[in-house]
């Protein structure tokens, strides 16, 4: 949402796809899980990654490339190694609310068209890793006795063996957990002028106002009209959803989870909202 709503300011813009994890796997395309540690950059990498934010730049003569990649949550080192000029936007959500959503996702139907779309920047060479790996998760959801893909989302180290003993939602969760912590982890060492946090419940309950912020941080000035255009279709109907669907007690063994992650975020991004 956040990231669609930047892409649409003038000069600003990003791909046609939410996420481009391929282009940022890059190299390590068999590597077991998201977290990629900084030491696994490279020039080569480096300049792979950073070509294809150059091009679209060209492409689309854009000042500004917006990118939003979810596994880059537990790989921000590595981020910053390959792409040293970037600045970072932190948006966060209930946890409860996230996880929901996240559950859902492991046994939604194919989209084709958004597939396709993404598939376009698949580097080349990993494609038979990719398309090996694209049937056996659609195999999996068929076969699968709760209908799943094998995987989805950001993969976190143990969440394959987790995903044999536990349940979906507590694996959400821990999901949830995992890139909250080594986010937190990530800007606590991070330059102050280089990363912002906004909390999605205040982004969508008041989008003209966050977003002028957010444009102050990246360094921009843009006139009222362009801000008005660009947040018409920010709603607020998803703040509480996922609360709303579960029991008290299932909210509450999902909280247990994410407290750990809960307090590092708030110790760190209470005095850093934008």
């Known amino acids: 949402m956040l990231r669609d709503v930047l892409g649409r300011l003038p000069g600003f ?32 990498i480096a300049g792979y990654v950073s070509s294809q934010f150059a091009c679209l730049a060209r492409r689309h003569n854009l000042r500004i490339v917006v990118e939003k990649t979810c596994a880059n949550s537990l790989r921000l080192p590595y981020v910053s190694a390959l792409l040293p000029s970037a600045r970072y936007i932190w948006i966060y959500r209930d946890p409860i609310d996230c996880v ?5 996702r492991w046994g939604a139907p194919m989209n084709w068209g958004y597939t396709l779309r993404k598939a376009r920047y698949v580097p080349v060479r990993d494609i038979p890793v990719y398309g090996s790996r694209f049937i056996y998760n659609r195999l999996h959801r068929l076969t699968s006795a709760q209908g799943r893909v094998a995987s989805w989302g950001p993969v976190f180290e143990g969440m394959s063996e987790q995903l044999v003993s536990d349940s979906l939602m507590n694996v959400c969760a821990m999901q949830w957990r995992a890139c909250v912590e080594r986010s937190a982890d ?7 002028d280089n990363w912002v ?15 002028a912020a957010l444009c102050r941080f990246i360094g921009l000035s843009v006139d009222q009209a362009a801000l008005e255009s660009v947040i018409s279709s920010v709603t607020a109907g998803s703040v509480g959803k996922g609360r709303r669907e579960l029991l008290p007690d299932d ?5 247990s989870h994410v407290a750990p992650a809960v307090n590092a975020l708030q110790s760190l991004v209470s005095p850093r909202e934008i």
């Open 251 to 255: 909210a509450a063994r999902i909280e």
């Open 13 to 44: 813009g990003t791909w046609p796809c939410d996420e481009i994890n391929h282009i940022w796997r890059y190299g390590n395309p068999g590597w077991p899980t998201d977290e990629l540690p900084q030491r696994l950059a490279n020039k080569r």
């Open 197 to 211: 946090a906004v909390r999605y419940e205040q982004f969508v309950r008041d989008p003209q106002k966050e977003l």
């Open 186 to 192: 990530a800007f606590a060492d991070m330059a102050a």
């Open 100 to 104: 929901v959503s996240a559950s859902k």
